[in-house]
């Protein structure tokens, strides 16, 4: 099974994308090499504009750019990018500028670079604006079909990704649909919704349960806003009981935006699972994933907790 970082899925289909389209253009604020966009600067050093250390900048040329007619992918850490809230909330939502925000090394899993350069607020803080489309994916293949629908779709946009290896969870005949959850695991006693980096791992704790005489589904939500109503709904009144499993606070994140379906549906039991109120710390990706219980033992040892109350 095939692993890469999701940035550099990014960084690949970016330059792909940019041979098809002069129209794309690219801006990094000193990070091209992290954020993998260094790929299309070297390429087409014509349409990449390196900004240096200041985001707030980046946003409002971006957002310049995308009402003129371009289509501005504009690069950062997740945490720095979505910092500068309050200018993407009036350069970007407010004036629908189509500028297409890209964050990479998001949560925990970034490692050993710690609390300040984790981004554990950043899904909150984006569904919340008005306008803008908030999209995780969960490996290589579903990374290129979201960049790729990002740049086909005028629209301001958000995705969230990721520094370490993630595993394929899904296969070479997958279609991404905006908005629309996939099911990669059928169960019957709970079911596991899960975005970004943590999903191969609940798929391997799918597994794991059913060895234990649990029935777990797993759902990928890859796009975070708009939410998969439908599914969720669906799902929820199939197993009773869902989960949501994500490298986030579960404040804001998709463990709220699923909360809020469930609250208005009645549909079925809810528990959160991620940070709880939370900053990171510093630490190998996979001590991290092991100590918050994010990986398939964590996962795991959670659903159990669940289903001995």
Not at 152 to 162: A, G
Request: hydrophobic fraction near 40%; glycine fraction near 12%; charge should be negative.
């Amino acid at each position: 099974m095939a692993t890469t970082a999701t940035r550099k899925s990014f960084g690949q289909v970016l330059l792909e994308l940019g041979g098809k389209d002069e129209n794309i253009v690219v801006l990094d604020a000193d990070l091209s090499k992290s954020t993998m966009s260094k790929m299309f600067a070297d390429k087409y050093p014509g349409r990449f504009f390196e900004m240096g250390i200041s985001e707030a900048n980046m946003i409002g040329v971006g957002s310049g750019l995308a009402l003129a007619g371009k289509k501005p992918f504009i690069c950062s850490f997740a945490c720095f990018v979505t910092g500068r809230y309050d200018t993407i909330r009036i350069s970007v939502a407010y004036s629908e500028a189509p500028v297409r925000i890209v964050g990479t090394h998001a949560g925990i899993g970034i490692g050993e670079d710690g609390n300040s350069q984790m981004g554990l607020e950043d899904l909150g803080l984006m569904r919340g604006l008005p306008h803008m489309t908030v999209i995780q994916p969960a490996d290589d293949i579903e990374t290129r079909q979201a960049v790729t629908w990002m740049a086909e779709n005028d629209v301001p946009s958000y995705i969230r990704l990721t520094r370490q290896n993630v595993k394929d969870v899904n296969g070479p005949d997958y279609t991404f649909k905006i908005g629309k959850a996939v099911e990669l695991v059928p169960g019957s006693d709970i079911t596991i919704m899960a975005t970004g980096g943590p999903v191969y791992h609940a798929v391997d704790a799918a597994g794991l349960l059913k060895k234990q005489g649990i029935s777990a589904g797993v759902v990928n939500i890859h796009t975070i806003k708009p939410i998969d109503v439908e599914a969720i709904n669906k799902y929820a009144k199939l197993t009773g009981h869902v989960i949501t499993v994500e490298d986030h606070n579960t404040i804001g994140g998709l463990g709220s935006a699923v909360a809020e379906v469930l609250a208005e549906s009645g549909a079925g039991k809810l528990n959160r699972h991620g940070l709880k109120d939370a900053f990171g710390e510093s630490g190998t990706y996979q001590d991290l994933y092991k100590k918050y219980r994010l990986d398939a033992e964590g996962i795991v040892s959670v659903v159990k907790e669940i289903f001995d109350k």
